[in-house]
């Protein structure tokens, strides 16, 4: 099963500044890597597919990257509405896994 | 409009059986893998299921192995897990969700572009 390490746990910033997340696979998975956004009492919706392709309706200060074992989800400037959890996500091989999430609160 | 909707969730005792399911709308289910994720209360996402949009590729998570069953009728664009011999660590909610794009050759999915809203399911004595 492919392990997907997500950093740092949590993430204490103030509204209007960067953020950048962190997910490690435990092997090569290309760039068949997801990311999600979960807030509370809420279905996860999805921000990107295999690494770097933005889902329809997410806005232009979130972006992906990465390849391989290394991975980033970055928010340029967050906004209130962006203060939720955030995990990743691998569709290279079954079993599909999840990262244990990273916590974006505000400061 | 994509809609999906689960129900079927409930409080049920170890050992018990449960039928979620899944209704789906606003788009051609026939062309879409379907996807059982579930989360227990306060921990993380974990991937249940997976079905192919013919029906002919299943996948199970380890846990669930043996004991759930998932299904899709495409002509009442619904999705179905049984799920029986029901264990404690059963205990979460359950979101049906649908793949990010339409299936093709050579594609196992595994992106999930649109979440129900999850039905709860309690195993307890």
């Known amino acids: 099963e492919i392990v997907l390490t997500q950093s740092p746990a949590t993430l204490s910033l103030s509204p209007g500044e960067r953020a950048t997340l962190s997910c490690r696979a435990s092997?090569?998975?290309?760039?068949?890597l997801a990311w999600y956004q979960q807030k509370p009492g809420q279905a996860p919706r999805l921000l990107f597919y295999?690494?770097?392709n933005r889902a329809s309706d997410i806005p232009a200060r979130f972006s992906g990257s990465g390849s391989g074992t290394d991975f980033t989800l970055t928010i340029s400037s967050l906004e209130p509405e962006d203060f939720a959890f955030y995990y990743c996500q691998q569709r290279d091989k079954w079993p599909l896994t999840f990262g244990g999430g990273t916590r974006v609160e505000i400061k | 409009e994509v809609q999906l909707v689960e129900s079927g969730g409930g409080l049920v005792q170890p050992g018990g059986s449960l039928r979620l399911s899944c209704a789906a709308s606003?788009?051609?289910?026939?062309?879409?893998?379907m996807h059982w994720v579930r989360q227990a209360p306060d921990k993380g996402l974990v991937w249940v299921s997976r079905i192919k949009s013919d029906g002919t590729i299943i996948s199970y998570a380890d846990s669930v192995k043996g004991r759930f069953t998932v299904s899709r009728d495409n002509a009442k664009n619904t999705v179905i897990l049984q799920m029986n011999s029901l264990r404690a660590e059963d205990t979460a909610m359950y979101y049906c969700?649908?793949?990010?794009?339409?299936?093709?050759?050579?594609?196992?999915?595994?992106?999930?572009?649109?979440w129900g809203q999850g039905t709860l399911v309690t195993v307890s004595s």
């Open positions: 092997q090569s998975i290309g760039s068949y």
């Open positions: 969700a649908r793949e990010s794009r339409s299936d093709s050759k050579n594609y196992f999915g595994g992106s999930a572009g649109y």
């Open positions: 606003g788009f051609t289910f026939s062309n879409y893998w």
């Open positions: 295999d690494a770097s």
